[in-house]
């Protein structure tokens, strides 16, 4: 695996999650990681990880979805390292849609954390980016399916899908933008230690690699990504779903039906 010894990896959302492995992933790989998280206590738990895996880290509390909060962030980065290697903006969350009575308040916050906070951080880390910097955005299979009620969260990532390609090119020489559109990746176990997933032989079976994905299989993606080994690939989305969205099912299909009552 690559080699990251004393880069600096930026993550939004790192405090849990996909985000925490992220950081860890990174912090293992020689990185000093930088990461924003509007969950206090798990942040501070994870800083002390970080520590212990000898990362020099910084944790910052802050909602992604505040201006200001971002933008003492990027100070920070600034103030404690000098520059940026890599970032990825993760943070992201869905508060429903037009069936549960998701308001226009509700629709705003999540394109302002999932789509106008990888723009403003991507655009205040720029002065301190430098050789083979790379940006990765985390989209989601969303982008392109959806379940009912879940406008809020698959317009934010289509807007991150769509950011991506945009800042691939405004910024082509410079950095190099590409995304991850995660499928199901179950992330319980990164939010509580004690937590233990669950899951029907049918869970199994629509993915065509036959296991439900990992938050490791995201972060071993992030670090492909990261590696200026790999600098042929850009402005592109990556789908690490276990193939589950190339499955075409009819009914009568292995044993599905739609009920209807």
Known sequence: M?????????????????????????AELGAHVAFLDIDREAGEMNLLKLKELGSDA??????????AALEGFAASIKEKYGRADILVNNACKGLGGILSGCS????????????????WLTKLLLPLFGKDAA?????????????ADTESYTAAKGGISALTHGLAMSL?????????????IEVG?????????????????????????DPTDIAR??????????????GQILTVDGGMTKKMIYAGDEGWSLYTP
């Open 221 to 234: 993606t992030a670090v492909f990504l990261a590696d200026p080994r790999n600098s042929f690939i850009n």
């Open 104 to 119: 226009y308040e509700d629709f705003d916050y999540v394109l302002r954390l999932g789509v106008a906070a990888p723009y």
């Open 2 to 26: 690559s080699d990251f010894k004393n880069k600096i990896i930026v993550i939004t959302g790192g405090a849990n999650g996909i985000g925490r492995c992220l950081t860890r992933t990174f």
């Open 189 to 213: 176990p990164w939010h509580d230690e004690n937590f233990v997933p669950s899951y029907t032989g049918a869970d199994l079976l629509q993915h065509p690699s036959g296991r439900v994905g």
């Open 58 to 67: 910084l944790f910052y509390h802050g909602d992604a979805a505040d201006k």
């Open 172 to 184: 082509s020489g410079k950095v190099r933008v590409n995304g991850i559109a995660p499928g199901w």
């Open 135 to 147: 940006v990765i955005n985390i989209s989601s299979t969303r982008a392109e399916m959806s379940q």
